[in-house]
């Protein structure tokens, strides 16, 4: 992270808690932001310290739990710990949900402040650029509630006091808001073309304006709609080579990099507690690894990669070993130390406890050795195959082993911090930037789109931009349909915070949720959990919400 975007999330943390602390939240219906009056706001300070706490408001709904983005989809499941917000398909997921209230209100408690930012800085010439950034943020907090929810309440303006009512208008018309704000953001001198401190800008714009436009597709079936999200993922740079390695641009030395169009900006300068006060990409997504002396990382072994994160790499391919992607996410060695895997000096030297071995390599594992006996001469091989060793060298299945107590199946290293997340046995120690959005994907965006607008053609040119960088097999035109990219979405974006969207927005979510998570059963999934429940709290403390819940709810 930049020396820019050090010192707004340095304001903005001072800021956010006096906007927010000791107001009521929006279930409360309470929007007001107690913060100092017009002759704070008249000040550079000030106004800067309100346009910054807006970008603030990333870190809260994107660094910690990402149980509705990920959570109940087919790459990830229960491990060691049962989190009971997870239950996303039974009887005891309701409208009382903790992990939607909480999605809820955070975005809404976001939203409020970019209103805040929008309202503090017009007829002033000089904040145009801070307010433009303010609508870009009211967009993305937006379109992320309209792919959870569908319709929710449309608040474009600050209010001073409290709320009696909020309306719920249709999933439509809140992407019509969406795309008008992005159509003219996109374009507007007020937004950098494009950003790499970590602010809104142009590029981000087209990126999230051709996802508008392929989500809001799928609602209206207008061939338009797609036409116009390849337009705009153009716009935003899809289309062309993508030339960092997959394992470098998600490592600390990526940050930074043009690819990214956006994300959420961490640095330890930047908050209170290093140890406590990062985010928990790092932490999730893997087995529990064992306590800090035996020299890995805390993880919380909560959404645990399922069988098919791993086979998906073997699929669409007929030579996975070829995809970079596979070992630039999993951390298949698992050595005396988690991190010996990043010391060059280390890194063939330092004995490999475990080797989690993926299906097509089993044949191989005698040559695995040989490459380097002194590190991997007594490693345990971990097979990740459907019934296949364990830790102890026992038959197990997959299954069984995501419930193991430690070390179980083979975690992501993906979103690893070397830096500050080594430094700190904690769960929130990682300083690692957050990508929100970048041209990998919208470069499949774009694919999407060429597949409903009946474009393989299309979609394959993109796809293999992609895949290219990967070295993976290069896609074929006839190969494209919506499980190929769903496929390959899998592979580029796993743990980016896509995936129940994806699911819900193609109408794959039951067949694929279904078929790989071994959580769920057949039948299970049925036609209203492609919506979350709007949360109880909201509808009776909101009138206006009454008799709107979403259907089965």
């Given at each position: 992270m930049n020396m820019i975007m050090k010192k707004i999330y340095i304001l903005a943390a001072v800021f956010s808690f006096a906007a927010l602390t000791g107001c009521s939240d929006f279930l409360d219906q309470e929007l007001k932001s107690n913060v100092p009056g017009p002759d704070y706001y008249a000040t550079e300070n000030g106004y800067e310290s309100l346009a910054n706490a807006a970008y603030s408001s990333l870190r809260t709904?994107?660094?910690?739990?990402?149980?509705?983005?990920?959570?109940?989809?087919?790459?990830?499941?229960?491990?060691?710990?049962?989190?009971?917000?997870?239950?996303?398909?039974?009887?005891?997921?309701?409208?009382?949900?903790?992990?939607?209230?909480?999605?809820?209100?955070?975005?809404?408690?976001?939203?409020?402040?970019?209103?805040?930012?929008?309202?503090?800085?017009?007829?002033?010439?000089?904040?145009?650029?801070?307010?433009?950034?303010?609508?870009?943020?009211?967009?993305?907090y937006y379109l992320n509630l309209v792919q959870q929810f569908g319709g929710v309440p449309l608040v474009k303006e600050r209010v001073s006091g409290t709320m009696t009512s909020a309306e719920r208008v249709s999933a439509e018309e809140v992407y019509n808001f969406i795309i008008n704000e992005l159509t003219e953001l996109s374009t507007s001198s007020n937004l950098a073309s494009n950003a790499t401190d970590g602010r809104f800008n142009q590029k981000a714009a087209y990126h999230y304006l051709a996802k508008a436009y392929l989500s809001r597709g799928y609602l209206t079936n207008s061939t338009s709609d797609f036409q116009a999200a390849i337009t705009a993922a153009k716009a935003a740079g899809a289309g062309q080579a993508l030339t960092t390695p997959f394992a470098t641009l998600f490592s600390n030395a990526g940050e930074g990099n043009a690819e990214v169009l956006f994300y959420v900006g961490y640095s330890a300068e930047t908050v209170d507690d290093p140890k406590d006060d990062g985010n928990k990409q790092q932490a999730h997504f893997c087995s529990y690894l064992d306590g800090q002396e035996k020299g890995h990382k805390y993880t919380s072994s909560t959404l645990t990669p399922t069988l098919w994160m791993h086979e998906v790499f073997n699929t669409n391919t007929t030579n996975p070993a070829q995809d970079e992607r596979y070992e630039g996410t999993f951390m298949t060695e698992l050595r005396k130390s988690y991190w010996d895997y990043y010391d060059e000096d280390k890194k063939n030297t330092s004995p490999v406890t475990y080797y989690y071995c993926p299906s097509w390599e089993i044949a191989n594992i005698d040559a695995w050795r040989a490459e380097y006996p002194d590190a991997r001469a007594n490693a345990q091989v971990v097979e990740m195959l459907p019934e296949g060793t364990n830790i102890s060298g026992i038959q197990t299945s997959y299954d069984a082993k995501m419930t193991e107590d430690v070390y179980g199946v083979a975690s992501f290293r993906k979103f690893d911090d070397t830096e500050n997340g080594k430094t700190y046995f904690n769960t929130q120690s990682s300083m690692r930037d957050i990508y929100l959005a970048r041209l990998g994907e919208t470069n499949l965006i774009a694919a999407e789109a060429c597949i409903k607008a009946n474009?393989?053609?299309?979609?394959?040119?993109?796809?293999?931009?992609?895949?290219?960088?990967?070295?993976?097999?290069?896609?074929?035109?006839?190969?494209?349909?919506?499980?190929?990219?769903?496929?390959?979405r899998a592979r580029e974006l796993a743990g980016e915070y896509h995936r129940w969207a994806d699911l819900a927005r193609t109408g794959k979510l039951a067949e694929y949720v279904e078929a790989h998570n071994p959580d769920i059963s057949a039948g299970q999934v049925t036609d209203k959990f492609y919506l979350r429940p709007i949360p109880l709290s909201a509808i009776e403390l909101n009138p206006a919400l009454e008799g709107h819940q979403n259907e089965g709810w």
């Open positions: 709904i994107y660094g910690g739990d990402p149980w509705l983005f990920e959570g109940g989809t087919d790459l990830f499941a229960t491990g060691r710990t049962t989190v009971n917000v997870c239950d996303l398909y039974g009887n005891a997921f309701t409208s009382a949900n903790d992990a939607v209230a909480t999605f809820y209100t955070d975005h809404y408690k976001a939203i409020s402040l970019a209103n805040e930012t929008i309202y503090w800085g017009e007829n002033n010439t000089s904040r145009a650029g801070r307010i433009a950034e303010a609508r870009g943020l009211r967009a993305l474009d393989p053609a299309g979609a394959v040119a993109f796809v293999n931009i992609v895949r290219n960088r990967a070295k993976a097999t290069p896609a074929t035109e006839a190969e494209m349909n919506i499980d190929y990219i769903l496929n390959e």
